[in-house]
């Protein structure tokens, strides 16, 4: 298939919501940023069943559940917040600095880093996405249960927590 095509048929994915299309944020900032899309499929039983996994124990062990959980994640943030498509973004530097989920609304600019563990920690790529992108806080949704402080500027919440204690934008 040429490129062409696929970019229709994507198209026509994401406008039918079976997936959804992360464009990427890319400003001056004196570094080279990674300017391809990423693409999650929206609903995680639809990605479960192409991939064949057959049940919860399946799932944990399969090699693409981090990427499941991302989505799964990225689609109940964006839902929460009430951001539209064109507001949500990925950012990743060809340092391999990354932010999973940006948000941004006017100016303002939320940050969201997904990690499918109980016990996130602060990387690297987080204070490298804080420095150069701007923002006041990141917040690591992760697959334990409760939300705690990371560091000053970032704090890890539940995803069954993202509905009671991420705000909605302005």
């Known amino acids: 298939m040429s ?6 048929y994507l198209d026509v994915l994401c406008a039918t919501f079976v997936a959804r299309r992360l464009r990427p944020w890319h400003e001056n900032l004196g570094k080279r940023q990674v300017k391809a899309s990423r693409v999650y499929v929206s609903d995680s ?5 192409l ?32 951001a539209r498509p064109e507001e949500c973004y ?5 340092t391999g600095a990354e932010l999973d ?6 100016t303002q600019r939320r940050g969201f880093e997904i990690k499918l563990t109980a016990e996130p920690d602060v990387t690297a790529s987080m204070r490298s996405a804080m420095n150069d992108l701007g923002l006041e806080t990141i917040d690591v ?6 939300t705690f402080p990371l560091a000053s500027d970032i704090r890890a919440v539940a995803v069954h927590r993202v509905l009671e204690d991420i705000k909605a934008l302005r």
Not at 3 to 8: E, S, Y
Not at 45 to 49: K, M, N, V
């Open 3 to 8: 490129l062409p095509t696929v970019g229709r």
């Open 101 to 106: 989920l940006l948000v941004v609304r006017g």
């Open 45 to 49: 039983g639809l990605l479960h069943a």
């Open 51 to 82: 991939l064949e996994v057959a049940d919860e124990r399946a799932l944990r062990r399969h090699p693409r559940s981090g990427a499941s959980f991302e989505g799964f994640a990225i689609g109940e943030i964006a839902r929460h917040l009430g």
């Open 141 to 146: 949704i992760h697959a334990g249960d409760s």
């Open 90 to 94: 990925f950012w990743r530097a060809h």
